[in-house]
Each structure stands twice: as C-alpha cells, then as structure tokens.
C-alpha cells in the first residue's frame, strides 16, 4: 500500500503548525444554522490554520478505474489526471469513457469501476430505488451549471416573434417557455406533440426541462398518477409533450435528425448545434436556477466502507483540480484543449472553449458573457451540500419517481445518507496543512444547508429545510 506523496512532501509543514497528534479524529459537520451556510467559516482562525488533528493517508488501493461521459464538466476528473494531482496522492488512475448513463452506473456497482462522473441525480436516484437499486454515496460535487436548453431553428422561428427584444433587436434573456407554449399548445391539439430530450430520468437536464417548461404552464408529465396508481415508466403520463432519453453526445444528430425538436443537455453539445447549423439555445440552466448542482464524482458505499483512505485521496485531488479550473482563463483554455482530445470529450476546441472560457453563444453571432456557465469551485460549487441533494428529492416527488409521501425528516436522513461533507472536509483540512489550500476556500462551520434562494426563472423560495412547503408551492406536479 502507498502512502499519499503530497503528504509525505508535506511532513516538515505539518511539524512547523505543531499538530499535537498524528491520529486522526473525525471532522463533522456542525448542526448549528449560520445566517449564511455558503460563506460561513471560523472567521478568528489564520490563514492555513487546521482545528482537527491529521494522519498520513495509508491507501487501501492505489490502482484504480474511473468512469465518465464525454461532456465538459468531467473536467475535474481528467485535470486531476493530467495535472498529476492523483499522482499527488500515490493513485494511478485510468479513466474510460462511457457508453450511456446506465451503463457506468452499473459499472459502479459490479465494481468494473472504482467511481466515476455522475449525474448529481443518480447517487439520489439508486439509493431510494428509483431505476437501479444500490447504495452510492458522493463527497464530492463536480460542478455548478453547465447545461442548455436547444430547440430546432424550425421551432425557434416560430418562438422568436413572441420573445420579448432588447434596443439592440437580440432576444432578452432568460427566454422563457411562454413563447413555446402556443406552440405545444397547437401540436397537442393535433395529436401529435412535441418530443423532446434529456439525457437521463433521473438527471439535473430532466429535472430542469421539466422546471422550464412547468414554469410556463407546459406540463412535462408524470411517472406516476395518484389516483389511478398508474406507473408510466417513460414519464409521459398527462403530459403536455414527451420528454425522452438520449445520450448527450447523440443529441446533435438526434434533432437534426428530426427526432426530437428540443433538448436539454450539458456542454459542448448546445454549442455543437450552433456551429452546426441545426438549432438553437434558448437558456441556459444558470438562469433555470442559479448556480444549480450538476454533476458529481460517485461511488458505491460498499467501495467507500472497504477504501476510507482511497476516497480521501480521491476528493484532494478533485479540490485541487476544481481549484485550478476556475483560477484563471488560461488554465481554463488549457483544459479546453486537454478536453478536445478523442479520449476525452473529442469535441472541436472551439466549440468546447465557446462555454469553458466564460461566453455562451446563443444564436449564431450571438455570444454573450456568462462567467458562471461553468463553476468548478468557485460558490462552494465542490461541497456536497444535503439542501443540494433534497432538491433532487423533492423533483422526483413532484413528476412522481417517488410515490409515496415522505415527511421532512425522511428528506434529511436520506441527504445524510448519501451526500458526505465530513468526507470533503477531511480532504481539504489535510490540503490546507499541505499548504495547497486556505481555510477561506471552504464552508467549514456549514450545517450542509445552502441559504435559501429564489433564483430560479419562475422566482420561487427554496429553502432545502422545508422541503414538503417547497413541493407544494408548485402549480404543477404532485403535491
């Protein structure tokens, strides 16, 4: 077994702070409730000051397989890799990219793979059952935002006289579904509604579609309905338009195809269909909720229990690469390139820097500034916040991927099951005594609860807190 290098480099740092101990105690996360969970730290501490005491990592396995789907926010994964930062910590990693959702979800569970880039939905999605049932567990979330919603240039010339314009003549963002309602309206009318793709039942591009469009009165449909106790695996139940599965890569092809006349999906592929010709964005899920969890890094919980030192290891180098994504737009230009390559993303350069390096481009010409598409540590976006994982839950109450009515309490026992902050914090105190980090970079002192928010384009409150009050503040879905 291999003992983590970066702390071996570190052993004349961590006796210049006096740790009075090198065993290790567990670091926890606070029940107290800051004014402001994501800013809220030890505000006396020094800089670089660590209040629990640290052990040297002895790896459980040093050799390992990850997994991931070829979108943009993997990035934490392959920078961890390319930089060295997994080399850091005495870990080789290979990192294989894979076919559809479901099959690296599965991987995850025979144990083919060791963990692997998730949909923050899937972890949430396993444990209570819906689809696949296992146990997977996450201390780390990969990103914030990232994703789009693209009609075809057929139906956006038929949304665009009803979007609202700027002096300039370019549509005001956000675009909301109200001009796509008439639309759906009329296509339902003749039988034949519109189809539409996500790329996965339980991922952030299904949840978010379906906030879109309900948010303008567009009901997406339902897993289930209630009273007939019917179950609709495809979701189409009541629905104003049918949402499908697709896999993000296929997108492009898929609507172009005809297929489907809308999506929503991660990056590159919105701007895939805008160097091609062949739709157009309309939002983005930045304004579909602001700084929003999108992806995660995933494992089993039997995987956890059995390598406790392996995960530690794993998420220090995923803080350190989070950390350098956002430092700088060079660095972000550099894994723009690192991400064009055919093992990786294999998407053209260009398209991949169009929303890497802080623009978004809507209509062709139309780029605009958006900073925040993609956040990798920046806002906290890497802390495994429960109020992160109660949203998921909630949305899958609403379009009915769970059935039965949960009281508030079930809501946070299963976040603390499967989200594990003391897991991050024991990776970032041990990166801070290495001097790779700062106490400031991280919420310690959080109750795990981000502070309520209304930023979502519908203007609703979500306090992760009281998650049955939010469920039914919606005029769509089930209560």
């Known amino acids: 077994m291999k003992v983590s290098s970066s702390l071996t480099l570190g052993l004349s740092l961590l006796a210049a702070i006096a740790l009075p101990s090198c065993s290790k105690t567990e ?39 990850f997994g991931f789907i070829k979108l943009t926010d993997c990035a934490p994964i392959v920078i961890a890799k390319e930089k060295g930062y997994f080399d850091d910590e005495g870990l080789s990693v290979a990192v294989e990219a894979q076919a559809n959702w479901k099959e690296l979800l599965n991987r995850v569970i025979n144990g083919d793979l060791d963990g692997a880039h998730m949909l923050a939905g899937q972890p949430i999605g396993a444990t209570v059952g819906f689809g696949s049932q296992a146990d997977i567990v996450t201390a780390y979330s990969l990103d914030y935002n990232g994703n789009g919603i693209t009609v075809s240039n057929e139906i956006w010339e038929k949304m665009k006289p009803a979007v609202p314009k700027g002096a300039d003549g370019r549509p005001i963002h956000p675009i909301k579904a109200d001009a796509l309602k008439p639309i759906v309206d009329e296509a339902k009318a003749s039988g034949n509604k519109l189809k539409m793709g996500m790329v996965f039942p339980v991922s952030t591009h299904n949840y978010e579609i379906r906030y879109w469009l309900a948010a303008s009165g567009i009901n997406p449909g339902f897993y289930f309905d209630p009273t007939t106790k019917q179950v609709d695996v495809p979701g189409f139940l009541n629905g104003d338009v049918e949402l499908s599965v697709t896999p993000p890569p296929q997108m492009p092809a898929v609507l172009e195809a005809g297929t489907i006349c809308a999506y929503c999906v991660g990056e590159p592929w919105n701007q895939q269909a805008v160097f091609k010709k062949i739709g157009v964005p309309v939002t983005t899920n930045y304004d579909i909720w602001k700084n929003n969890p ?20 794993i998420t220090k180098a995923l803080i350190r690469a989070g950390k350098w994504l956002d430092a700088s737009l060079e660095n972000r230009k550099e894994a723009a390139k690192i991400l064009s390559q055919p093992n990786y993303v294999g998407a053209p350069y260009e398209v991949i820097a169009n929303s890497m390096t802080g623009t978004f481009e809507f209509e062709a010409g139309d780029k605009r500034p958006m900073p925040d598409f993609n956040v990798f540590f920046r806002h906290n976006a890497s802390y495994p916040f429960y109020s992160d994982c109660i949203w998921f839950l909630t949305q899958m109450v609403r379009w009915g991927q769970i059935a039965e009515q949960k009281d508030d309490a079930w809501f946070h026992e299963t976040a603390k099951k499967i989200y594990r902050p003391d897991v991050y914090e024991k990776a970032a105190k041990m990166l801070i005594a290495e001097g790779l980090a700062a106490e400031s970079d991280f919420p310690f002192g959080s109750d795990g609860y981000r502070a309520p928010t209304s930023d979502f384009i519908d203007g609703k409150a979500y306090d992760g807190r009281e998650p049955n009050a939010y469920i039914k503040s919606f005029e769509i879905g089930l209560k």
Not at 34 to 56: M, W
Not at 298 to 306: L, N, P, T
């Open 294 to 313: 999108e992806k995660v890094f995933g494992v089993s919980k039997e995987w956890a229990d059995k390598h406790p030192n392996t995960w530690i290891a």
């Open 27 to 65: 670091s926890s996360v606070s029940t107290s409730t800051p004014a402001d969970p994501i800013s809220a730290s030890t505000p006396d501490a020094p800089p670089n000051a660590v209040s629990d005491e640290l052990t040297f990592l002895d790896l459980e396995k040093d050799t390992l397989k």
